[in-house]
């Protein structure tokens, strides 16, 4: 099976399911084993044993099950993905191929002020007139920075060179495999409201195939509060 | 799909593979993203880039898949199992549950002497006699031992406790989870002639499953001398 | 600097720490790299840091230290220390060493009797006669398996198969290096009222460690419900 | 103790150790706790403990030990060096803070042409007119990104939108925790000469302070050819 999911007309942003071994029995089986039993199906009794884990913060049952995704995202966004560790990344190399010309450019109405101190910011519309200054400076500030790379490539500069000029907006690709318990970590931060927007976008598409996966994990987190097991 | 091995006729010894996500297009693909590149078969190029991964030590593509499985075996063979941090692991509960009437019990065959150094051990076959007199003296003493275990339950004590006179012999089931990376590091380990030959026979058990999943990271992780990437 | 901490007359249980690499400071600086700051000394605002990241969730800036201990405990107890992943372990190993006449023999009034449901244990005192019974059969299985023990090692048997008749109840000991972070949570989980008594003594000695070393870090986590970040 | 390594006339790059628990005899006592046994000094026995350990890849041993280093390097020099899952990472944050005016700029002579193909990459020196253009390009679109980066920040963007057109050649800082197990790794995948200089320039200064802190263990890793244990 797959889905994906884009983020804008253009196709640079998507979140692509790839692969998974993922269902709410495996939770079950994995907390049963304790006592020597099994399940083959989801009954009463199974919603409410993933509803004790999760409230207990049993964090190890909800290990046994593994999603693939396939993401393309800006730099920016992946930085703060790669931070997660338990799980595994490969990604594409500025040192091994040409990059594209694919940036993030916000749309004027996308560009916000920051307001507050760390730990509870919020964000307020830019004015309109200064928003469109700001997204068009952006975008220019991105053509300008291919043209360049392309021509320092053209001079005969290493690819790993030439990339330094790129701005961390350019859009990479990355598969990443995850189990349930890191990937509800992750979208506990990163569906925060004070998760930084572009990321927001990409975790709730990542939650919406959780939600579809394991609905009953899925719902069991929600219910909790969404923090992490 | 799942698979079970039996290890004995008991059935107190079994591998079974409870669920799974492994093929070898996604070390292929995981790899290829680098050059934003995608793979649908495994033709001779994909088998090359396989064996190129293994041979230069690239671990990480071999990780976007995964393996969950179900197991029986003796508490001493799962104390080295659990040593293996990367992976996923659930297990029976001798606080919460009684332990059953299963315990490791050598034919006289299976019974050896140990020769040589650390790092350099040989077993030989223990004399016929000798084996046959320890064989049943193990035998002799699980029963004894399990019949404590039950009069200790009997007399009130706690399983908590009562399972302190239960030998390491005793059967434990437990599942684990984990991607081929890890378990390529767990069949070099525990696959090895130096391993202890009754956790030796299951992790050849799991290899048979994973040779079976991914065929051509299996013979790649083999031709190169199985050793870990 | 080294620390033991002795859980019985005849030395058999204890926690030793062996060295570290932990203060308070190390939890500010770390987190206020996120602004190119820097503290060296712990003032009021420091104090306030490290209960903010606590109350937050705010798990990185506790992984920055290190503690390296050595303990001695029964089997049954370093089973479940050893399920904790983010740390490093090595023990000893009773395939290359002859292993010790020291086992878990609990004295009468240690016995205890289990109501309740998984989950929501009880523990009671038995009766003290046959707490009496039970304690006198438990030691004199100990005497009898370590006996059989020698006897199989005696007759030729490789020290890897003769200890499979040892009880759960034996000594072992090992190394373990653990940051704070993964540190709270073993001792949320093994100095809860649900943890087994025999785990939580050590787990209480570990935090004894941990409130010398890092006495703001460790407020901060109790004043928070001890829970993990 | 600290020790600071400057990478340049100007600061901007810096590996400092920050905080240590390191010593070759923490190698040997955790290996040798698998004997019960103890050193309280490095002899000739324990030197050819540490070999034989790190010659048949025991990994573990290597493990109980801890280095903490800050670091300032530029972002795609960072991005390599987070990649490394076992170790402990903070970084400062482009949300939080004023990314401050400091970039990678490479002078002529360090500005080379790739050659051959992936996994087989050689790099030679650009010719030095091209060179002395494609430098001075990059140091005025630094310039250039960052009075944008500024402007932006002017017209009131936050700075998590504003940052998106910073060029990954800017600087950052950030703290590592890591035991030398995970270290070596690292080493021997960033010392390589596949390695980007760039990031192997610090790979070598992180590697002068291992072999500072832990000689026997460093060497033995030298003499089997870097491997990662």
């Known amino acids: 099976m797959t889905q994906t999911h884009d983020l804008d007309q253009a196709g640079s942003g998507f979140v692509r399911l790839d692969g998974h071994m993922a269902d709410d029995l495996s939770v079950v089986n ?38 693939r995704f396939h993401v393309s995202c800006p730099l920016f966004v ?16 500025a ?5 594209g010309d694919r940036f993030f450019a916000p749309a004027p109405q996308q560009i916000r002020r920051q307001e507050g101190k760390p730990g509870a910011y919020k964000f307020v519309p830019l004015e309109p007139e ?42 990479t690709e990355f598969y990443w495999t995850v ?5 509800m970590n992750f979208l ?29 994990t899925h719902k069991a987190w929600r219910d909790n509060g969404s923090i992490c097991p």
Chains 1, 2, 3, 4 share one sequence.
């Open 30 to 67: 994995s907390a049963r084993v304790s006592f020597a039993k099994r399940s083959t199906t989801m009954g009463d009794a199974e919603v409410g044993l993933v509803n004790f884990l999760m409230r207990e913060r049993h964090g190890t049952p909800f290990e046994h099950n593994s999603f």
């Open 78 to 93: 992946a930085r703060e993905w790669f931070r997660h560790r338990v799980g595994s990344f490969n990604e594409f190399s």
């Open 95 to 99: 040192r091994y191929a040409e990059v």
């Open 130 to 171: 200064l928003a469109g200054e700001a997204s068009g400076l952006i975008s220019d500030h991105n053509e300008q920075a291919y043209a360049l790379y392309k021509h320092l490539l053209w001079l005969g500069v290493a690819k790993e060179l030439a990339r330094t000029v790129l701005p961390v907006g350019m859009f």
């Open 179 to 183: 189990n349930a318990r890191s990937l």
């Open 188 to 216: 506990s931060l990163r569906t925060a409201e004070t998760a930084q927007q572009e990321i927001r976008q990409y975790a709730l598409l990542v939650e919406a195939v959780f939600a579809e996966m394991m609905p009953v």
